[in-house]
């Protein structure tokens, strides 16, 4: 089992920044990748960013050049930064972890709200 505490989010004007974080209660050394994920209320949880065992990251189109993520396995957490928030970026965020044997989990969640 992998558990993962979110925090970092919170209400913030547009134009501005938040920092997510999601800490493992394991090792994140060896897992496949990381992610985030984001969800409004109607629909589908969509990806956000992912980074992978070796470091390669992926982004979504809406986020590419405004959002960062990293991985510091040392303190078992990964990172979302993100800037130049819009009010359509206000969703709740998921972290997500893939390990080596494919099994999956995700984060409770934590509420970001961009106002205009």
Known sequence: QVQLAES?????????????????????????????????????????????????????????GRFTISRDNSKKTVYLQMSSLQPEDTAVYYCNVLRLDLSTYWGQGTQVTVSS
């Open 8 to 64: 970092g989010g919170g209400l913030v004007q547009a134009g501005g920044s938040l920092r997510l974080s999601c800490e493992a209660s394991v090792s994140v050394s060896n897992f496949h990748a990381m992610a985030w994920y984001r969800q409004v209320p109607g629909k589908q949880r969509e990806l956000v960013a992912s980074i992978s065992r070796g470091g390669g990251t992926n982004y979504a189109a809406a986020v590419k």
